[in-house]
């Protein structure tokens, strides 16, 4: 019974790269959310998607940062010309429905370099 | 946005020993939660308090939902080894708009234990 599934598990970038995180929920979740996690910090909401909708993007930066999830494969979060504050640890969560308890990944470690 | 003061930042325990770790907050919450995240893991969850006044056991950990709402503690007993991580409080604030989603969390507590 495969948990959220995020890789890659470490990625390293040079500043003005493209970073692409991928993200599977768990089998039967349609829900997913990502989450940002700075030194230190709590982790901090970005963005709620279902299947090919974004239902909530209030806590994702407007500029140079997406997220989708399509109706076949995982969900993405695109972060373009990333900068060096940029580097963090990004959570995926996936749940049954809105109100059912989220269930993490083991996250993305993206280094700007 | 919200804030969650959570209390101690770290701890440094002897196995075998209680630790009692909180959150507050200035605002109401509908919901607190308990994490636990290992070293380059995520958060799990260990604990979910949905009413005022709640207290829930899971095994060694117990938490209470505070009766003002604005807090809620963490106590472990008899800590073990595998006790160690970063535990962190998370809630729903009351204005949150229904949005149960839009988790708000805490900064951790780092737990040490020493065998």
């Known amino acids: 019974n495969a948990g959220v599934m995020q890789n890659p598990r470490h990625l390293v970038r040079r500043r003005g790269q493209e970073a692409r995180l991928r993200c599977s929920p768990m089998k039967g979740h349609s829900h997913v959310y990502w989450y940002r996690q700075l030194p230190e910090e709590g982790l901090k909401f970005m963005v709620y998607?279902?299947?090919?909708?974004?239902?909530?993007e209030s806590g994702m930066p407007k500029e140079r940062f997406s997220a989708e999830f399509p109706k076949e494969g995982p969900s993405i979060l695109r972060i373009q010309q990333v900068v060096r504050g940029d580097s963090a640890a990004y959570f995926c969560?996936?749940?049954?429905?809105?109100?059912?308890?989220?269930?993490f990944g083991n996250g993305t470690r993206l280094t700007v370099t | 946005g919200q804030q969650l003061n959570q209390s101690p930042q770290s701890m440094f325990i002897q196995e075998g020993e209680d630790v009692s770790m909180n959150c507050t907050s200035s605002?109401?919450?509908?919901?607190w939660l308990w994490y636990k995240q290992d070293p380059g893991e995520g958060p799990v969850l260990l604990i979910a308090l949905y009413k005022a006044g709640e207290l829930t056991s899971n095994g060694r950990l117990t938490a209470q939902f505070g009766i003002t709402r604005k807090d809620s503690f963490l106590n472990i007993s008899a800590s073990i080894p595998s006790d160690v991580g970063i535990y962190f409080c998370?809630?729903?604030?009351?204005?949150?708009?229904?949005?149960?989603?839009?988790?708000?969390f805490g900064k951790g507590t780092l737990l040490t234990v020493n065998p």
């Open positions: 969560a996936s749940s049954l429905d809105e109100n059912s308890p989220l269930h």
């Open positions: 998370a809630g729903h604030p009351i204005n949150s708009g229904g949005s149960n989603y839009k988790l708000t």
């Open positions: 998607l279902q299947k090919e909708n974004i239902i909530d």
């Open positions: 605002s109401i919450f509908n919901t």
